[in-house]
DNA sequence: TAAGACTGAAACGCATCCGTAACGATTTTG
DNA sequence: CAAAATCGTTACGGATGCGTTTCAGTCTTA
């Protein structure tokens, strides 16, 4: 990008895919379950909770709340880490890809009426 | 902006400038609460409960209560409608206004570094 | 192999959010 | 001026999130 955003098309891009997720009938995560799940898909694994923990600053069981809410929605999977069982690894699913790729068209859409 | 944010670039800015609000102390406004609050001091006033409330698509009581919380944060304030006594007329504060800042400059930053 | 360390999950108590349905206060209407 | 409409709030019941503490399972090490 050239030119940094400026304050108020910060904020008029913010506010805009803010507003379409309100509008849109899809389950709004929390601030922290979305920053998780982007973590998870734009990092490279593996991801185990404690990991996922410390990169965002906040204890465990925060995670396995977020990873249990969005494993309902299939956004996320776990499996047994079978080198150490002791070990959670998070993976991705299909409709996890899915719900990002409808964040980044929305935020792409925004930022294109700036 | 001359080209739309691609989806890696999209889902970098939104990572993080969330990870930036779960990293930082702030109160952790809810969707809504960040929605109706750019609302608040993107457009132009008076805002009336009802009006915000048609605008987000929600119902009046979460207008009610997001300014319940909003307004204990001094983030806005509440003023009766003189001319018409049963209106409420949602304002701006100093508060408001340096959080929305803050908010600002976090996205510009992030927007920096694609 | 027994003691300790480590990992993720469960339990507990608290706070907050949501939608629906009611309710008082105020204004408009007939 | 009484009846209806409008506005914002409150009350209710349910769902969800959070932090701290505790726990069971697994590995490491002495």
Do not use: C, F
């Amino acid at each position: 990008m050239a030119t940094p955003l400026a304050t108020a098309q910060a904020l008029k891009l913010w506010h805009d895919v803010n507003l379409a997720q309100v509008h849109g009938d899809e389950a709004d995560l929390s601030l922290r379950q979305v920053t998780i799940l982007l973590t998870i898909y734009m990092e490279a694994p593996p991801h185990t909770i404690r990991d996922l923990a410390k990169k965002l600053n906040v204890s465990k069981p925060v995670i396995t709340r977020a990873l249990d809410s969005m494993g309902k929605l299939e956004l996320v999977a776990r499996r047994r880490d079978e080198a150490d069982r002791r070990n959670v690894l998070v993976q991705r699913t299909v409709k996890g890809a899915l719900y990002l790729d409808r964040l980044a068209n929305l935020i792409g859409a925004s930022s294109k009426s700036l």
